[in-house]
């Protein structure tokens, strides 16, 4: 443990030497951040902070919607944020690019750094709190961290128990023969950890790459792979209609009880990766994803297409107070018409 | 001194007028003969500032990115679908025979059947993909739905295929050189020999698209729209010839008009001719020095003619006069020939040094219109001042007697108009002009640089090359409104996440400028690269930290897509504009200079500009600053051309004030019209002043004379107007028709030229007839 905090210790201010060098005095990509732009470009993630909804996306760009408008905030990073998390309506963070992390207080309005290493070469792409202290930020290749005190420090977890068994004895060889490979190697040896959500039950779901599903019921100190048939990335899951929905790569959605007991693989019109999804007060449960597709799955579980947008990647979804659903992709943020 | 000279010469000349008339037959038979081997010619480089810091970094990376010189074919099915075997056979003719073309570089021609044109996917191994266009394509249903998915899976829905799939689109690179045929190596000679190759012909170029494609390939399904440079010069020239008729309209009204004035048939016909023989040397001229006729350069002759109508007028006037007065024709011709030599001489001189002018201005059209027009100017001198005089002596002129009636009229009129000249009116003629002015000063202030409407410029709006235009604009995702940002970098800079990520600010910057629709670059790109290489996932739509993985990305572009060169030391950032209007230019320039001077490093530096809006931009920026120096030199040369023929500086600021309050009229005028300041219309305003200075010169000449003699302005002016005026009025009207029927012309911008030409020549003349004295009644109040 002290070692992997010591190891951040050292990467955040590497992380902080490189980041003076590359800046031009006479320019702060920060400074040029607020552009009429960000509205349209690429927006990885939305969520409900109160009454207002909070949208995250490339260049670290931070959007606010209070009265039906975007607005962008200023934010203290330039590295593009993936996700969007909010325990309630002032407590929340935002995860991306360099293993960023940057903490809100007031529903979004100002952000704070709480941990960045663009060292680690690697995104995290999920954030989760339990309570206004204890959380986990999870990434690619098993990227994994964990914090006890709000955010304030954060100690990276590997969870070996979701390796290949063929990879837990080829790193344990590694091990005894050269440290700084194992080191290395180990980095890169887990699936990317693409979201984790609470289900109802207070377990954890997470999915991920190379049909990653595994569940925790401590808060994410161990996993349990749950097997089911099919090998491709899973990008996102919900639970909606008493089930749960697994989701990824060319149209693949599973769907299975909460003991992930009974799989069923469920038919969709199109073999586009599906991103993500989002179930309204009205039950409807809307799929999400690339070239522009969005899907309404009716309580059959037969899907329609709602819009298939061209040229667009379509990748959150959520809904406002007023009811009113917004899209966020590679073209920004929308409503259907 | 100067009267001795120019009476030996007189003397010298008639004693042997049979061979000077001789030896201009046998000259205009061989300039005629020179004339008739004279081509159009249009080259793109012509058009464009080619020493302008843009243009310099455009021409230094013309090899690697091809630069401007693109055209685009789109193939429409007018069924509304293109996936049927038909349009698929008629698409393979049509690229081949693009392909084969001279002058087409053919490993840059883009269809959906070159084999450049690829698909790839996301499969969960991997990637899978191949040519859009399978190896093993069949030409029926099961074939084309197999493209109809790749299509869709290549990304090139609006670039190769239109929004709604009812056309299909080839673009191909052009190479300023080509090889010689077989023929062309025999025939050339010395170090000829070694030469392989020869300046592409564009115009040539433009009629084989047109005949080989178009004309081949467009039914009652298939339509073909083209559009590029070399289309639309070829659309020019074609348009231009159009120009042959209205030279001949301008002949006939000229003639209708010169009878009128002197009543003979022999006096409509000499001064006709002998400008004509003008024309013909100057025409004959463009080919010994090397020159083509340009499709802007087309109206010089129009001008020679007019100019030399006008001179001529001038002439048989001054005959007439001697004649009436008593005088056999010789005596009369030779006593004209005298008394115009000099004012005559001047006022051709100062057109050919106003024309002259033109060459400060770094544009290869301009320079050569410059040159082509001082030619004509200054052949004139020696067709109408001395040739007409001795064709004249050879004629027999019966002294007609003016009609008294008549000629008192038209004393009247010159009595009333000699008011001009008193103090009292000229306070009011003089506070108007001020008043008209300090408009004109203000409205001339808003004149816009550059095109002002959408397509090409040259062409009116409703041409089929325009129409084309909007076709492509509207259907594909394609605007041909684009500039390029070159970065230049350190050889394999592309490996490096740093000076990558540079490129993204800086694209992400000048991108979010009002006017710029979209961008691109290797960075933003490979971005998108690098989320293919991850399962397609939009998170991971940026540039990797890891060397491999941007390697790997990067890797992906291959130098055909433009964004980078061999080594990837150089990489253009395409900004697509909404529209080329030169406020949109202007601020997208101004922000990429910003943008750039705070992102340039000794690694890597961002340069303006490439692509048709960079190479606009040089020549908005080229024409905006010529402008001043333009009018600097050509209001030079007129002063000192007046203060060396006039010796008193009040003469030459009473020639000069009213053509310089006409000068801004014009310009005013552009603004009315939304005419831009453009290559076309800039060298309007020097050929306006060239040539409406003449005016002021005959009027003054003959007053400067009767002044010094110390007779009263007002009286001055009058008998200036005498002996002058009928020819002077006559020479604006004679100007002002040649150029107006241009007002026809299926080229924009020769309508641009004709408007304001005709503006200039007409107006001038107003103000030598009034401004002129006004100003003469203030400079000498009081006779010597």
């Known amino acids: 443990m002290s070692f992997r905090t010591l190891r951040n210790v050292v990467a955040i201010s590497l992380g902080c030497l490189i980041s003076t060098a590359s800046v031009n005095a006479q320019f702060d990509p920060l400074s040029v951040q607020i552009q009429p732009l960000a509205e349209s470009s690429l927006v990885l993630d939305i969520a ?85 202290q204890e959380g986990i930020a999870v990434g690619a290749y098993g990227l994994f961290y964990r914090t006890a005190d709000g955010g304030n420090e954060w100690v990276q977890e590997f969870h070996e128990e979701l390796l290949f068994p063929e990879d837990v004895s080829y790193l344990a060889d590694l091990k005894a023969e050269d440290e700084a490979l194992y080191l290395s190697e180990r980095a890169a040896l887990l699936p990317h950890f693409n979201r984790v959500i609470q289900l109802s039950d207070n377990q954890l779901l997470m999915v991920g790459e190379l049909g990653l599903v595994a569940t925790s019921s401590d808060n994410g100190l161990t996993f349990t792979a749950q097997p089911f048939d099919y090998e491709g990335s899973m990008f996102s899951a919900i639970e909606a209609n008493n089930a749960v929905f697994v989701m990824g790569l060319r149209g ?49 579980d037969s899907a329609n297409i709602v819009a298939r947008r061209q040229g667009e990647n379509i990748v959150a979804i959520e809904s406002d107070n007023q009811g009113q659903v917004w899209f966020a992709g590679s073209k920004g943020l929308f409503q259907l018409k | 001194m100067l009267e001795k000279l120019v009476n030996g010469f007189e003397t010298h000349l008639f004693r042997n007028r049979m061979w000077v008339i001789l030896s201009f037959i046998l000259i205009t038979l061989f300039l005629g003969y020179q004339a008739s081997q004279l081509k159009m010619d249009a080259a793109f480089s012509k058009n464009i500032p080619l020493n302008h810091e843009y243009m310099k970094t455009y021409t230094k990376h013309q090899k690697d990115f091809g630069g401007a010189n693109r055209i685009m074919v789109s193939v429409e099915d007018t069924s509304g679908n293109i996936f049927n075997p038909e349009y698929f056979d008629t698409l393979k003719k049509v690229h081949d025979e693009l392909f084969f073309i001279p002058g087409v570089e053919r490993s840059q021609v883009k269809s959906l059947y070159s084999p450049s044109t690829r698909f790839t996917e996301v499969v969960e191994d991997g990637f899978a993909g191949g040519p859009v266009i399978p190896a093993d394509f069949r030409n029926d249903d099961y074939g ?84 590029g440079f070399a289309k639309m010069a070829g659309d020019v020239a074609e348009g231009a010839k159009g120009v042959l008729l209205f030279f001949l309209i301008a002949i006939l009204i000229t003639a209708v008009m010169v009878y009128l004035f002197s009543k003979s048939l022999i006096l409509t016909i000499l001064p006709l001719v002998c400008s004509l023989v003008a024309v013909t040397w100057q025409l004959g001229l463009l080919t010994v ?23 001529g007028v001038q002439m048989i006037n001054a005959v007439r ?82 009609d008294p009636v008549k000629k008192a009229k038209i004393e009247n009129l010159w009595r009333s108009l000699s008011r001009f000249a008193t103090p009292k009116y000229a306070v009011i003629v003089l506070i108007s002009t001020a008043i008209l002015y300090g408009f004109g000063f203000q409205q001339a202030s808003n004149m816009k640089i550059g095109d002002l409407q959408g397509g090409a410029p040259a062409l009116h709006l409703d041409s089929r090359y325009n129409q084309d235009t909007f076709h492509i604009t509207d259907n594909y995702s394609i605007t041909t409104d684009y500039m390029t940002v070159i970065v230049e970098a350190k ?109 340039n490093t000794d690694t890597l530096q961002f340069k303006l500009a490439s692509g048709p809006v960079g190479v606009m931009a040089a020549t908005n920026e080229a024409v905006s600053e010529a402008q001043l120096p333009m009018m600097i030199y050509v209001y030079g040369a007129v002063f000192v051309l007046c203060l060396i023929s006039f010796r008193s500086l009040k003469a030459t600021v009473a020639v000069i004030v009213p053509l310089y309050v006409v000068s801004t009229l014009a310009q005013a005028l552009m603004t009315w019209l939304d005419i831009g300041l453009a290559v076309s219309t800039l060298p309007v305003i020097a050929l306006g002043v060239g040539i409406g200075v003449d005016y002021g010169i005959y009027i003054l000449s003959t007053m400067s004379g009767k002044l010094t003699q110390g007779m009263e302005v007002q009286q001055a002016y009058f008998e200036a107007l005498v002996e002058r005026g009928s020819a002077v009025i006559f020479t604006g009207l004679t100007l002002a028709i040649g150029v107006s029927t241009w007002f026809f012309s299926a080229l924009k911008f020769q309508m641009d030229m004709g408007i304001l030409l005709t503006f200039m020549f007409l107006v001038n003349m107003l103000g030598a007839i009034i401004i002129l004295p006004a100003l003469s009644a203030i400079f000498w109040r009081k006779p010597k």
């Open chain 2, 289 to 311: 020095v090397g020159f083509g006729l340009d499709p802007m350069s087309i109206l010089v002759p129009f001008l020679v003619f007019a100019i030399g109508v006008s001179h």
């Open chain 2, 491 to 599: 050889p394999e800079a592309c490996t490096y996440h740093s000076l990558l990520n540079e490129i993204d600010q800086f694209e992400w910057m000048v991108g979010n400028t009002p006017g710029v629709e979209s961008t691109a670059s290797l960075a933003s790109v490979s971005k998108r690269v690098n989320a293919g290489f991850n399962e397609g996932n939009p998170k991971w739509q940026v540039l990797p930290r890891t060397t491999a993985s941007l390697v790997q990305a990067v890797g992906r572009v291959p130098t055909t897509s433009g964004l980078l060169n061999g080594n990837c030391s150089v990489m253009p950032v395409f900004l697509f504009l909404k529209d080329h209007k030169a406020e949109t230019i202007e601020v997208v320039i101004a922000k990429v200079k910003q943008v750039a001077e705070q992102l």
């Open chain 1, 252 to 300: 693949h959605v599973f769907k299975t009880d909460k003991l992930f007991s009974q799989w069923q693989e469920i038919e969709l019109p199109v073999k586009s990766s599906i991103n993500n999804a989002f179930i309204t007060e009205k039950g409807t449960l809307y799929l999400v994803g690339n070239a522009g597709v969005i899907i309404e799955l009716d309580s059959n």
């Open chain 2, 321 to 402: 006069r001697r004649v009436l007065d008593g005088q056999n024709t010789k005596a009369a011709s030779a006593s004209a020939f005298r008394s115009l030599l000099v004012p005559g001489g001047v006022a051709l001189l100062s057109d050919t040094v106003g024309f002259l002018t033109l060459l400060a201005i770094d544009i290869g059209i301009i320079r050569e219109l410059a040159i082509s027009a001082s030619l004509g100017v200054a052949v004139i001198i020696l067709t109408n001042l001395i040739l007409l005089p001795l064709v004249i002596s050879y004629t027999t002129i019966k002294p007609t007697k003016e």
């Open chain 2, 144 to 227: 084309l739905n197999v493209v109809r998915d790749n299509v869709e899976k290549a990304g090139i829905v609006g670039r190769l295929v239109s929004n709604d799939y009812s056309s299909a689109m080839l673009t191909a690179q052009l190479m300023d050189f080509v090889a010689k045929t077989d023929e062309e190596m025999a025939e050339s000679e010395g170090a000829e020999k070694d030469i392989t190759t020869k300046p592409l012909n564009t115009i040539q170029f433009a009629k084989q698209l047109e005949d080989q494609l178009r004309g081949k390939y467009e039914t009652d399904t298939i339509k073909i729209h083209i559009i």
């Open chain 1, 48 to 132: 409900k902070a109160g009454d207002s909804l909070v949208a995250v996306g490339e260049r670290g760009h931070v959007l606010v919607n209070q009265q039906q408008d975007w607005k962008q905030i200023s934010s203290p990073v330039i590295s593009q944020l993936t996700k969007v998390f909010f325990l309630n309506e002032k407590q929340g963070w935002a995860v991306g690019h360099d293993a960023t992390i940057i903490h809100t207080e007031d529903g979004g309005l100002t952000w704070q750094v709480q941990f960045q290493s663009a060292e680690v070469e690697k995104p995290l792409l999920d954030i989760l709190f339990f309570n206004e």
